[in-house]
């Protein structure tokens, strides 16, 4: 029950530079904005001062494609790029947001959607959100979001793809706290300690028996999750015993 399976040592890159508009995306008119496939970036909605969103998945989206840089790599052609965009006829800017591989469509003139033979890019894979806004605002919603850097990447392609990512998504201190724990568990379950003794030592990092397995099966399940608490035990295992 208590056991965690095996980490991978795998460690992400995620870049924290905002982009600018992609040259690409230079006179993008409104046919090359899809109504119909749901981003739901037209779920944004001005109340008073801030911007609030029905899905914070898709908020995260915005913030993770903001920071996104322009790739040419065919690995990341479905990576969600967001910029600020002023629709021809206004004078305020909405958030859009395009794949690499539909930038790529667009600067290669988008024949049929075809970027080297693979479908599915091209002009009409445009989201922009309907309400205006700025960026100020959009990053000042952003930053009260809780700050799971380390999670949004993964967090954006899943709900790209259609999916809900979790709501329950350790941060980062409740991460170190689960690390020292999940060692604390090992040494003892290998020692043969009574049960009761585990859940102690779970709880004295100020951790219920539930979380602690619900961040197991997280652990599980997400890479980005997986990868971070990797370095947190590799840091605490490897860190110098403490002296009296």
Known sequence: ?????????????????????????????????????????????????????????????????LNEKRSYKKEDRDKMLCWLETPVGTHFKHVTCARNGDLEALRNGGKDGQIGGAAGYGRNKFWRSIQADNEATIRSIMDDLPKNAY?????????????EPPRDVPEEEELQRFAKAWI????????????????????????SLARYNRIVALAE????????????????QTAPAETS
């Open 151 to 163: 999670f949004d990447e993964e967090f954006a392609l899943i709900a790209t793809n259609g999916g």
């Open 1 to 65: 029950m208590l056991r965690l399976s095996a980490f991978l040592i795998l460690f992400i890159s995620i870049s924290s530079l905002a982009i600018e508009k992609p040259t690409e995306a230079e006179g993008v008119d409104e046919a090359s904005v899809n109504e119909e496939d749901v981003l739901e970036l037209d779920r944004m909605a001005v109340e008073g001062e801030r911007l609030t969103l029905q899905k914070e998945s898709r908020l995260r989206i915005v913030r993770q494609g």
């Open 221 to 236: 399940s997400y890479a980005s999750i997986k990868v971070k608490l990797t370095e947190f035990v590799i840091e605490e």
């Open 184 to 207: 604390k568990v090992q040494q003892m379950t290998g020692e043969g300690r009574p049960e009761e003794e585990v859940v102690a030592a779970i709880e004295s990092e100020k951790l």
